[in-house]
Nanobody
Framework: QVPLVESGGGLVQAGGSLRPSCTAS????????VGWFRQAPGKEREFVAA????????YYGDSVKGRFTISRDNAKNAVYLQMNSLKPEDTAVYYC?????????????????WGQGTQVTVSS
């Protein structure tokens, strides 16, 4: 098991920034691929971004490219999602998820472990 904990969501005005984080206590977390997904009320879960065990391995959903940046600090067992130029349509519950290997990172069903989610609300 790899318990994941998200934090850092909140309420921000359009054009603002937030940086949610995903942390785990298990040391092997540093070797896992970590993805961020989001789900807005009445909508399907959407892939946001993923990062491999090295920071050179990243992948983004089309709706966030150029605005969001995923990063990790393996010394802290943490993965971050820097969200800039936020829009009202970014409002959702954001979840982090982890799996042992890279590959098909946009497929939520490939992930083994999930956090409880953190709410991000962007006001217009």
């Amino acid at each position: 098991q790899v318990p994941l904990v998200e934090s850092g969501g909140g309420l921000v005005q359009a054009g603002g920034s937030l940086r949610p984080s995903c942390t785990a206590s298990k040391r092997t977390f540093s070797t896992y691929t970590v993805g961020w997904f989001r789900q807005a009320p009445g909508k399907e879960r959407e892939f946001v971004a993923a990062i491999g065990w090295t920071t050179s391995m990243t992948y983004y959903g089309d709706s966030v490219k150029g605005r969001f940046t995923i990063s990790r600090d393996n010394a802290k067992n943490a993965v971050y999602l820097q969200m800039n130029s936020l829009k009202p349509e970014d409002t959702a519950v954001y979840y982090c998820a982890a799996k042992p290997a890279w590959g098909r990172v946009a497929d939520a069903q490939r992930y083994d472990y999930w956090g409880q989610g953190t709410q991000v609300t962007v006001s217009s």
